[in-house]
């Protein structure tokens, strides 16, 4: 079965650089999560979207913005990038009807150097 | 605000024995639960779901769950662990929030198979 893709796996930048993640859905499936975990951390919820709108916010820094596309892929862009964003960001999707059950993706892993 | 507590952040079992991990979850409605695993580097597989029902819920894996309102817990089960179970179990809480679903994670347990 299909699974959510994310791209790149990996990512090292340096400080103060820009950085875009990006995920694409299983097919079908309208609503997008972004969560971003940190070292040791658990996941913390980001933003999400669902038909091209976004849904809800959580502890998304104002550095960070996204967005969802007509093909329900969605991107994640951070600016001015700071040591402590490094961590594994996941993006999950749900199906219309079951907001409930999200599906992650494998995560990229991003380092600030 | 919804909340969950996993008070193990270590667990050691031996290959063959059972498995319960603890969870507790604060939430002032019905709860949606979840039960995630995650293995080093990868992503979060659902292990299973309570969203109302019965409350012994059977997952993936062999794993169980089993939703207890008085106590407010989720505990997870297993009655045979083996070595390939090593990795995080995060417990989740599903809640409502301007009509869309997102999910509040404990801080996960670590748990170790010795042979």
């Known amino acids: 079965a299909a699974g959510v893709i994310q791209s790149p796996r990996h990512l090292i930048k340096e400080k103060r650089e820009t950085a875009t993640l990006k995920c694409y859905p299983i097919?079908?499936?309208?609503?997008v999560y972004w969560y971003q975990q940190g070292p040791g951390q658990d996941p913390q919820f980001l933003i999400s979207?669902?038909?091209?709108?976004?849904?809800d916010k959580g502890s998304i820094p104002d550095r960070f913005s996204a967005q969802q596309f007509s093909d329900y892929h969605s991107e994640l862009n951070m600016s001015s990038l700071e040591l402590g964003d490094s961590a594994l960001y996941f993006c999950?999707?749900?199906?219309?009807?079951?907001?409930?059950?999200?599906?992650f993706g494998p995560g990229t892993r991003l380092t600030v150097t | 605000a919804q909340s969950v507590t996993q008070p193990d952040i270590h667990i050691t079992v031996s290959e063959g024995a059972s498995l319960e991990l603890r969870c507790n979850y604060s939430y002032g409605a019905t709860p949606y639960l979840f039960w995630y695993v995650q293995s080093p580097g990868q992503g979060l597989q659902l292990l299973l779901k309570y969203f109302s029902g019965d409350t012994l819920v059977q997952g993936i894996k062999g794993f169980e769950a089993e939703f207890k309102r008085s106590q407010s817990s989720f505990n997870l089960r297993k009655p045979s662990v083996h070595w390939s179970d090593a990795a995080e179990y995060f417990c989740?809480?599903?809640?409502?929030?301007?009509?869309?679903?997102?999910?509040?994670f404990g801080k996960g347990t670590m748990l170790l198979v010795s042979p």
């Open positions: 989740a809480v599903g809640a409502l929030r301007s009509g869309y679903s997102t999910l509040t």
């Open positions: 097919p079908r499936h309208d609503t």
């Open positions: 999950a999707s749900s199906a219309p009807g079951a907001i409930y059950e999200q599906y």
């Open positions: 979207f669902y038909e091209k709108m976004q849904s």
